[in-house]
Nanobody, 127 residues
């Protein structure tokens, strides 16, 4: 059964860093989009970023404006895992972070047609 398991969340102070992991099982990460999403209490789910590894092994990455320059996506094929490095964290980044997959990253921010959602990992940014 295809699924993701997220990990790496925690409590950090503003300006701190975390690295979130999204480990895939039941499928490989090649030729598919992996999206990261977050949901804060009382708010709608938000698309944070998306990565697509092409057949030529080139990675295409996309980020929502609020995290550009602070968050970075990467893939470790050997571990079948996608990482989201979170730097210079802000209180507004507090949320449960999820990963999911679908065919491509176009319009990823809607979350439409993504599946294999993980259980999420909690990120809390507080002083």
């Amino acid at each position: 059964q295809a699924q993701f398991v997220e990990s790496g969340g925690g409590l950090v102070q503003p300006g701190g860093s975390l690295r979130l992991s999204c480990a895939a099982s039941g499928f490989t990460l090649d030729y598919r989009a992996i999206g990261w999403f977050r949901q804060a209490p009382g708010k709608e789910r938000e698309g944070v970023s998306c990565i697509f590894r092409s057949r030529s092994n080139r990675d295409y990455t996309y980020y929502t404006d609020s995290v550009k320059g602070r968050f970075t996506l990467s893939i470790d094929n050997a571990k079948n895992t996608v990482y989201l490095q979170l730097n210079n964290l802000k209180v507004a980044d507090t949320a449960v972070y999820y990963c999911a997959t679908r065919r491509d990253c176009a319009g990823y921010d809607t979350g439409r047609d993504f599946d294999s959602w993980g259980q999420g990992t909690q990120v809390e940014v507080s002083s």
